[in-house]
């Protein structure tokens, strides 16, 4: 959270969606940052669920760049 509050403060931008991506390796976890608003995603996804892993990163890598365009 406060690497998502850091890249905000760099933005200058409270408007722009931050996205984060926390990971042990075996568990992924994804949360926004939108003004003073955070937001976690409630599943986490292990590396043996890649087809939804991977569906979330490209959802977050399109929600970002379509934020940003």
Known sequence: MAELVAAQKLNENEALPVYGIVTDGKRWEFGKLLHDQFTQNS???SV???AQ???V???MFDSASSSIS
């Open 53 to 55: 892993l991977f569906g």
């Open 43 to 45: 599943d986490g996804y």
């Open 48 to 50: 043996e669920q890649l």
């Open 57 to 59: 990163l490209q959802f």
